[in-house]
């Protein structure tokens, strides 16, 4: 009896160990680069009938940086009121609502 279990729990833990190591066959890129032909051949090919002309090819390497400015244009709104439930001592009975909605 002892050995039939046995033998039954170690072929279910080969089975799923199989299994396991199966799926790990070939390792992932660690450089890919960009298949410039066949990005070439999706951009002519447009879609519903949209032709379009293939622009520069992007190699991308490196970082970006994204710099601007945002411009409050008049004066800015007046901070509503919120009511302070905790610590009214040190804060107050209110504070200024300076949620900015974006």
Same mark, same amino acid.
């Given at each position: 009896?002892?050995?039939?279990? $046995? @033998? @039954? @729990?170690?072929?279910?833990?080969?089975?799923?160990?199989?299994c396991s190591v199966s799926g790990c066959s070939k390792a992932p890129a660690l450089n890919p680069t960009p298949d410039v032909t066949l990005a070439a051949t999706l951009r002519k090919g447009g879609t519903a009938g949209a032709t379009a002309e293939a622009g520069p090819v992007s190699t !991308?390497? !490196?970082?970006g940086t994204i710099? !601007?400015? $945002?411009?409050?244009?008049?004066?800015?709104?007046?901070?509503?009121?919120?009511?302070?439930?905790?610590d009214q001592n040190v804060c107050g009975n209110s504070k200024p609502?300076?949620?900015?909605?974006v």
């Amino acid at each position: 009896m002892v050995s039939r279990v $046995f @033998i @039954i @729990i170690s072929l279910s833990c080969s089975g799923l160990l199989l299994c396991s190591v199966s799926g790990c066959s070939k390792a992932p890129a660690l450089n890919p680069t960009p298949d410039v032909t066949l990005a070439a051949t999706l951009r002519k090919g447009g879609t519903a009938g949209a032709t379009a002309e293939a622009g520069p090819v992007s190699t !991308g390497t !490196g970082w970006g940086t994204i710099k !601007g400015r $945002f411009v409050y244009a008049g004066d800015p709104p007046k901070y509503a009121p919120l009511p302070v439930t905790k610590d009214q001592n040190v804060c107050g009975n209110s504070k200024p609502d300076q949620s900015l909605i974006v």
